[in-house]
């Protein structure tokens, strides 16, 4: 655990002397109000290390300060817990220090315990208040990064599952986050820490080679740098030339997760050169090839195409006369600001943005991104929607009119076609990709020129929400169909609900479920029962998701009063009804007979099958692929207990499958497949993963167990799953 004194807990006065030195204007009358306050009232509070607590909120203000944010923003982020920790209310703090900070600090004080809400949605409650408070005013989340970040530093002090369940949090949210604000110090120390508690052994390792290589690869940076500077210093002598060493998360990610060895890495070190204009870099990218042999397909020009997140830089690899290759990266004074600090260059270097890059511009994708979950009544779709798409790689694709449009890794022509506009997408019929028509699922990738095809009439298709990658197109899709086709949705909405209940086992008369099911909707934000099966309907409630609940509710006020002559007179109808009709399954030469399948293989409708009577047990029905059927039954000892069957032409039940999904280890990689599953409505029964190891390359397996309805329906899910970023392989077991 680290002291008193270093890096990790700063003082008040520590504080003071980086304002002092940083030499912007500081507000210190409001700054030391705050800090008096927040001392005062936390008072003998203790960290869970046994340290003062008003060492956190300093220490919080101390990043802060060296992210060069404004005199608001470090009063806030002393006084960020004393509403949530302390007697001082909010209304306190408006009355003390105005409107401003009070809204920094109620946008980053978690809510109080939801009443009947699981650590999930409390977790997911919590991220949309911050995402509406980071919407009014992005310093929220700003000072939520610096307090995550003080967190992971001392969390050493925790047991380790807490550990590792905050560093998942870490690396699943805010990371991405810092990444899109473009704040890389924060990012890149997020990530690495949440690596050493997430994976100690593989950072131990990438760490050790870095120290092995660290004097020859400076003494090597350091003879670049001077060939580099003799050349470009001749035209450009205010140039600034200075060598970087890439993470080690970013390491972690291509030889772990990628299967590259240490030596296929080529950006472990780079050099840096920092010009003045944009026509600089393009001459320094000269004078660089000039100079060294470049890496065929290893250029990326970022000033043209900038990321998400506003970073703008050209990229070139090439190889010294000993045939060692190394990272260029050139941008301008201003472009390196922007790549260090991202959206806290704003406050730091009071950048004066240009037309293309206006401040609000810059931060809409968080209100795009409320907006897109506005019509979900889903607590926890925002969290997922955030999770999967800042953690998404991007692609650049164009319009036939030259547009470029940046879209995350996998995304279809779909999402292409809602990305252009609303309409375009719901009246889109099909797409052209590079001139040639393409299936309308198809992933776009970066360069092509996409053409979509629209009707005059027409709306989205309710499987496109199987196929879209973006929160955007499902959010615009969904909204369609809320708006035209209420009437259908709920139809498509109620049957749903039925077919889940009577899978379940819930037997509930239809005009009772509204009482029944008022909790469940009254947690879902719906006015009544139509509301509630229009939602699920539409796909903006997830049925599965609220399944415990309903059953919750049914054990308490159904199963109690079932009178017992209707459970007898509902036994005595099972008895006769054929077991034919209830297990789709026809025995040869027998009209009633208990039936089961066997757990060893699982059949499906759609599968060969064949019958085994059992003792006391009744048919047990197998695959005849089975290795516990005999190859020639007729030559079995046991032969008179085989018997034919065969599958009902009308089967109306579900079956379980297993599958094993083998793919490279990443995070988000169970996230993703349960999203998939959810959105094709396939009800999990069972998930676990084998943990991978340095002989397994990297890949991990998964183990799913779903209700399908036969073979053919199995076969459509393995082909959705197959499309998931790292999966290998997806077989039936």
């Known amino acids: 655990m680290a002291a008193y004194g270093t890096k990790f807990y700063q003082d008040y006065e520590e504080l003071k002397r980086m304002l002092k030195e940083s030499g912007q204007d500081y507000d210190m009358d409001l700054i030391d109000k705050a800090y008096k306050l927040a001392d005062e009232m936390h008072g003998d509070q203790r960290r869970v290390s046994g340290v003062p607590y008003i060492l956190h909120p300093t220490s919080v203000a101390c990043i802060l300060a060296e992210l060069g944010m404004d005199s608001e923003s470090i009063a806030a982020a002393l006084l960020h817990d004393v509403v949530e920790d302390t007697p001082v209310t909010l209304e306190q703090i408006k009355s003390m220090f105005g409107k401003d900070i009070a809204k920094l600090i109620n946008g980053v004080t978690k809510l109080k315990k939801l009443p009947t809400s699981s650590k999930e949605e409390q977790q997911a409650e919590n991220v949309r208040k911050m995402f509406i408070a980071m919407a009014d005013d992005i310093r929220v989340i700003i000072i939520k990064l610096a307090d995550r970040l003080h967190n992971m530093r001392t969390i050493d002090c925790m047991r380790e599952q807490k550990r590792r369940d905050i560093a998942r949090e870490t690396m699943e949210l805010y990371a991405p986050i810092a990444h899109r604000l473009g704040i890389r110090p924060i990012k890149e120390e997020m990530e690495d820490l949440s690596l050493h508690y997430l994976d100690p052994i593989g950072y131990k390792e990438i760490e050790d080679k870095l120290n092995k290589l660290k004097e020859d690869r400076a003494e090597f940076l350091e003879r670049i740098k001077i060939t580099v500077a003799n050349r470009v210093h001749e035209v450009m002598p205010h140039a600034k030339i200075e060598g970087r060493v890439k993470s080690i998360n970013g390491i972690y990610r291509k030889t772990i997760m990628q299967g590259k060895s240490f030596e296929e890495i080529y950006d472990i070190f780079a050099v840096r050169v920092i010009v003045d204009t944009v026509a600089e870099c393009y001459h320094v990218m000269g004078i660089i090839h000039d100079q060294f042999q470049p890496l065929p397909n290893r250029f990326k020009d970022y000033i043209s195409m900038p990321k998400p997140n506003n970073y703008r830089s050209l990229h070139t690899t090439v190889v010294d006369k000993e045939a060692i290759p190394f990272e260029v990266q050139i941008r301008t004074f201003e472009m390196h ?244 009709i209830r297990n789709g399954i026809i025995v040869e030469g027998l009209d009633d007979v208990l039936i089961k399948f066997a757990g060893c293989c699982n059949p499906l409708p759609g ?39 065969k599958w009902d032409t009308d089967v109306k039940d ?39 190891n340095d002989k397994d390359n990297g890949l991990t397996s998964v183990y799913v167990t779903v209700s399908v309805n036969g073979k053919d329906h199995l076969r459509v899910v393995i082909q959705r799953l197959m499309k998931i970023k790292g999966i290998v392989s997806v077989d039936r077991i």
């Not at 095809?453 to 909204?479: C, F």
């Not at 280890?665 to 959105?679: E, I, K, P």
């Open 337 to 580: 600001q922007t790549a260090e600090y991202g959206i806290a260059a704003h406050w730091k270097y009071k950048l004066k943005l240009s037309k293309k890059d206006h401040f609000e511009e810059r931060i809409a994708w968080v209100r795009r991104m409320l907006e897109n979950q506005q019509d979900s009544e889903d607590s926890s779709a925002l969290l997922g929607s955030i999770k999967t798409e800042l953690a998404a790689d991007e692609v650049f694709v164009f319009t036939p009119k030259g547009d470029l449009i940046s879209l995350p890794a996998g995304s279809t022509t779909i999402d292409m076609a809602y990305a252009i506009h609303s309409e375009v997408g719901n009246r889109m019929i099909g797409a052209k990709v590079d001139q040639r028509i393409v299936p309308i699922d198809y992933q776009v990738k970066t360069g092509e020129i996409i053409e979509i095809i629209t009707a005059k009439e027409g709306g989205p298709k309710r499987d496109w929400l199987n196929i879209v990658k973006t929160s955007e197109a499902r959010s615009k899709i969904r909204s369609w169909f809320k708006r035209e086709r209420r009437d259908e949705n709920i139809i498509e909405g109620k049957a749903e609900l039925m077919r889940e209940l009577k899978k379940n086992s819930l037997l509930v008369p239809e005009d009772e479920l509204p009482a029944l099911l008022k909790p469940v909707m009254q947690r879902q934000h719906c006015a009544g029962f139509d509301d509630f099966c229009a939602a699920i309907g539409y796909g903006g409630i997830q049925l599965w998701k609220c399944l415990p609940k309903i059953k919750e509710e049914y054990q308490k006020n159904v199963e109690p009063e079932k009178p017992r002559a209707m459970q007898e007179a509902q036994m005595r109808v099972e008895e006769i009804v054929p077991k034919k």
């Open 607 to 645: 599968d060969d099958i064949v019958g085994f009577i059992t003792r006391g047990h009744g048919l047990s029905v197998h695959k005849t692929s089975c290795s516990n059927v005999p190859k020639d039954i007729t030559a079995d000892d046991q032969k008179d207990r085989w018997i034919k069957v």
């Open 654 to 692: 579900t079956f379980s499958a297993t599958l094993e999904i083998c793919a490279y280890d990443r995070t988000g990689l169970l996230a993703d497949v349960t999203n998939q599953l959810s959105l094709m409505h396939i009800f999990i029964t069972a998930l676990h993963s084998k943990e991978a």
